[in-house]
């Protein structure tokens, strides 16, 4: 499809957001099309590296919120699970490449990443409370082992923005680089990997994740539960029906 682009060569299979008038947020088929594309790169042996990557201005804006309002994710089937199951279990590394705003998704899909470069233009947002909403992609879990306690906090309860240079300091990106190389530089760095003996970054991969693997498995389970009660209570109804009419949420009743 069009809004996600595949392409594969010299070992690595690069996936782009390519919804840039719509800010790449992503709809369902998106979803469908990320996580095929995950489960394409993990059966072929001639993919030995996976690279995701939006624009030089934009990375995703996270969830088209028409569409997900219009089709809910309702199974653990549903393509956002399909997803989120695929990049947190997917065996080979992962790089990616965020310049611009990465939002909800935009920047959780993160944490089940390898190598992470980013734009001196990168900001990265969790507004999930925000939403009357909870974390997904066991970032409840992922988040404080990596930002410590109160900076988690700080940005899964207020939601608020975080710059390149703050996720360099805690060690959600590799490097920060000037935006529009950010994208050649995550391929050279995919490269490197994809020259390497698959069966040595496998197990490595898998021995780094080990320990917390079964952990992310059991909180995104339950972090989709939460998620999915939450959307249908008043306070997410309030926070999605102030987006579409544009205007500021008033959760003062619920």
Do not use: W
């Not at 993919?47 to 990557?53: K, S």
Request: glycine share 8%; proline share 6%.
């Amino acid at each position: 499809m069009s809004d996600i682009l595949v392409h594969t060569e010299a070992g690595v299979m690069t996936i782009t957001f390519n919804r840039v008038d719509k800010k790449n947020s992503i709809t369902s088929s998106m979803y469908a099309a990320l996580a095929d594309a995950l489960a394409t790169a993990e059966s072929e042996a001639a993919v030995r590296c996976v690279l995701i990557q939006g624009d030089p201005t934009i990375f995703s804006a996270g969830n088209d919120i028409g569409d997900f309002l219009n089709g809910p994710a309702s199974t653990q089937e549903s393509p956002v699970f399909r997803f989120l199951r695929g990049i947190a279990t997917f065996p080979k590394p992962i790089v990616a490449a965020v310049c611009g705003p990465a939002v909800g998704i935009g920047t959780t899909m993160l944490f089940h990443c390898d190598l992470v470069y980013a734009g001196d233009n990168a900001a990265f947002s969790m507004p999930f409370v925000n939403l009357g909403l909870c974390p997904e992609a066991a970032s409840s879990l992922l988040v404080p082992q990596m930002l410590g306690y109160h900076r988690a906090a700080e940005a899964l309860l207020l939601g608020e923005p975080f710059m390149a240079e703050a996720a360099l300091e805690v060690g959600l990106v590799n490097r920060v680089v000037p935006p529009t190389e950010a994208n050649a530089i995550a391929q050279a760095q995919a490269r490197k990997l994809a020259a390497k003996p698959l069966s040595a970054l496998i197990e490595t991969k898998r021995l780094l994740k080990k320990a917390q693997m079964p952990a992310v498995l059991e909180r995104m389970g339950e972090e989709g539960a939460s998620f999915g009660r939450m959307l249908r209570e008043p306070a997410a109804k309030e926070a999605f029906g102030a987006f579409m009419e544009k205007r500021k949420p008033d959760f003062s009743k619920v």
